[in-house]
């Protein structure tokens, strides 16, 4: 994922789109496409793929875009899921989104309820910052989980996000999101859009 960040920065900077400001799914369709690309050239024996519906584990909902094996005559299941958020969120009553929304479709939320990602061990989520910078957002995100942690007994403070790896272009980040059958280990890939 992080190897595809300056091809997707430069396709976005190109203006090939046309548009001044493009949404999440518009954002989310030239990084599947720039990763396509990417893939093919290094010959991955994994394949990406937008909109997962899982038909082998039966989770509910789509996640963004999923790697799956790049194998003819093998189960096409996700070996990794992907949820894409904008950061800050479109609208004000949909701040928090990236954690946690409205009919459970918060970011982590949906890893945490199987939403997305069941039978993984490993998923992700996939941010566009497009205001402040990558240290405010892991301060406003750890917050918001700390205080549903309070009021919530499904949430913990040990699901906050922990940097492993920052420059100007990405931050990298890992968590853990209980559920209530297994753990599962969050990557969160943020790339600046600033």
């Not at 917050?143 to 996000?161: G, P, Q, R, V």
Request: some cysteine.
């Amino acid at each position: 994922m992080k190897q595809n960040v300056p091809h997707f920065k430069a396709y976005i900077a190109s203006g090939y789109h046309k548009k001044k400001k493009l949404n999440e799914d518009e954002l989310t369709q030239i990084y599947i496409e720039q990763a396509q690309i990417l893939i093919r050239q290094q010959d991955y024996p994994f394949n990406i793929s937008s909109q997962y519906r899982d038909i082998y584990n039966l989770s509910k909902g789509y996640s963004d875009f999923y790697f799956y094996p790049n194998e003819q005559g093998i189960s096409n299941t996700s070996i990794f899921s992907v949820e894409c958020k904008r950061l800050p969120a479109p609208e004000a009553a949909r701040e928090k989104e990236y954690v946690y929304g409205i009919y459970n479709n918060g970011g982590i939320e949906r890893y945490k309820t199987e939403k997305h990602g069941k039978g993984l061990n490993d998923c992700g989520l996939l941010g566009y910052i497009e205001k402040d910078n990558p240290k405010q957002w892991l301060t406003k995100i750890n917050k918001w989980i700390t205080d549903i942690a309070l009021t919530n007994k499904s949430w913990s403070a040990d699901e906050s996000l922990s940097e492993i790896e920052s420059n100007v272009e990405y931050c990298f980040l890992e968590s853990i999101a209980l559920r209530k059958t297994d753990d599962l280990k969050l990557i969160h890939l943020w790339i600046n859009l600033n």
